[in-house]
Antibody
Framework: EVQLVESGGGLVQPGGSLRLSCGGS????????MNWVRQAPGKGLEWVTN????????YYLDAVKGRFTISRDNAKSTLYLQMNNLRVEDTAVYYC????????WGQGSLVTVSS | DVVMTQSPLSLPVTLGQPAFFSCRSS???????????LNWFHQRPGQSPRRLFY???NRDSGVPDRFSASGSGSDFTLIISRVEAEDVGIYYC?????????FGQGTKLEIK
């Protein structure tokens, strides 16, 4: 069974940092581009960042560029999102999604940025 | 950036009746490689999104054949031929042809 499981979300103050993880199983993780997509409370979906299969190239939404860093460990089938200098507007459920066409998604991890 | 506009935003439909979803992009989604990277997703209340179609009309495994998708250029349509109760939720289109990828605001399907 294909599975993506996110972890690492929580409450953080503005300016703080958080690292999300996403563990994949049931599919050849190293053969897939991986993505992070977020959804603010009651809002729609927003693509945030993705990374190529080898982990050598990452692409970012302008709003997070310079603050967020995507990475992966193919040996552990795990995707990461390091989020620094968090802002209130970064509050959202963060989903990891596998594949260039967002083939399948995890259940999401809630990040709340608030003082 | 490409702006994706969906309509209607709310779609009340009687069980067994068809439902029509529209998605328009602010520019053509034909990629330089000749493909059109337009996908459709369904998000049930309290759940994560699930992809229904990729590259306009390629149906994902497990998606009932009462769902169909079509379109070209900057104008795309998702159709449910006979709505069932399990179809409620929000339907999103998403383009991956131009960076950055972008989603429409979603169409909320409810049972009338």
């Amino acid at each position: 069974e294909v599975q993506l499981v996110e972890s690492g979300g929580g409450l953080v103050q503005p300016g703080g940092s958080l690292r999300l993880s996403c563990g994949g199983s049931g599919f050849p993780f190293r053969n897939y581009w991986m993505n992070w997509v977020r959804q603010a409370p009651g809002k729609g979906l927003e693509w945030v960042t993705n990374i190529n299969k080898e982990g050598s190239e990452g692409y970012y939404l302008d709003a997070v560029k310079g603050r967020f860093t995507i990475s992966r460990d193919n040996a552990k089938s795990t995707l990461y999102l390091q989020m620094n200098n968090l802002r209130v507007e970064d509050t959202a459920v963060y989903y990891c999604a596998a594949g260039g066409y967002l083939d399948f998604w995890g259940q999401g991890s809630l990040v709340t940025v608030s003082s | 950036d490409v702006v994706m506009t969906q309509s209607p935003l709310s779609l009340p439909v009687t069980l067994g009746q068809p439902a029509f979803f529209s998605c328009r992009s602010s520019q053509s989604l034909v990629h330089s490689d000749g493909n059109t990277y337009l996908n459709w997703f369904h998000q049930r209340p309290g759940q994560s999104p699930r992809r229904l179609f990729y590259k306009i009309s390629n149906r994902d495994s497990g998606v009932p054949d009462r769902f169909s998708a079509s379109g070209s250029g900057s104008d795309f349509t998702l159709i449910i031929s006979r709505v069932e109760a399990e179809d409620v939720g929000i339907y999103y289109c998403m383009q991956g042809s131009r960076w950055p990828a972008s989603f429409g605001q979603g169409t909320k399907l409810e049972i009338k």
